[in-house]
């Protein structure tokens, strides 16, 4: 191995026996984020190191440099994580549920939900070189307030959700 | 002026005695085309030769060459199309009209226009390299046909719109 260019690799704080690995939506996440990784990196990881990156501690979120766009792995992840929500989202209604990412410029800009003609997630993305969550707990809870609300929504306007 | 910078530009194609510049949906496009201008390579420019480059004739069409991505001159054509039809449905409408342009990869994408948690206006966007019109009244027809569709679609939703 050449010394130069060996990365110094975070340590992991994703524990492999972490209970948090067994919830649906990090099951999801998971599934979301492998089916991103079109070279086949993570083929012989464990999903723990997959998910290791999302958890942002305080250290980690101090040490990411929030100048330009962010790159393509870190949008691999919001790509994910509002794919799993879409994919749980259609699960519950039954209805084809379609994640547009639009980022406009320097980690800004806004997620979106789509069922039928109906918005039924609309997020502004701020920040998204620092995407990541304290936990993989803190990262479902968020998930099931946005999948509450938006799940309301389609139940109300179902009609325009069906278009 | 010195002779190896001085770029050739293609004949132009819209007279300045056009009569289709007096059609309201033109003028909006020369405003938004404007707007987006923020170097004022405009500035000195007739609304004519601002909207010259939207008017594709088969040699234009042909002449441009469709391999990577769309540049930030195309782009901001689509976007300030895009921009015309909201503002105009805004007028229509009175309620904000918000356009969301997705351009995924090589050309391809999706063009929307959200009124409230609806989907007012979903276009698929392809070959955006060649984005334009036969001539102006073209555009303003086809302008006009998708803005039908998206009133009627904000009239007979419009508890959804509202939201």
Redesign the interface.
Known sequence: MNMFTLEQTAPEVVAEDDPALQLPFVKQMVVQLRAMDGYGAYDTWKDARVLDPLVLTKERRKAIPVVGDPDETTLSRVKAYYNALAQTLEKQTGLLAVP???ITHEGFG?A?I?V?????L?KTLRDVHRFGFDSLEKMTEDAEKLLAKAKL?VDE?R??AE?
Chains 1, 2 share one sequence.
Request: aromatic share 0%; hydrophobic share 60%; proline share 0%.
């Open positions: 547009v990412i639009n806004r979106l789509l039928g003609k109906l918005v039924a609309d929504l306007n009609t325009v278009l």
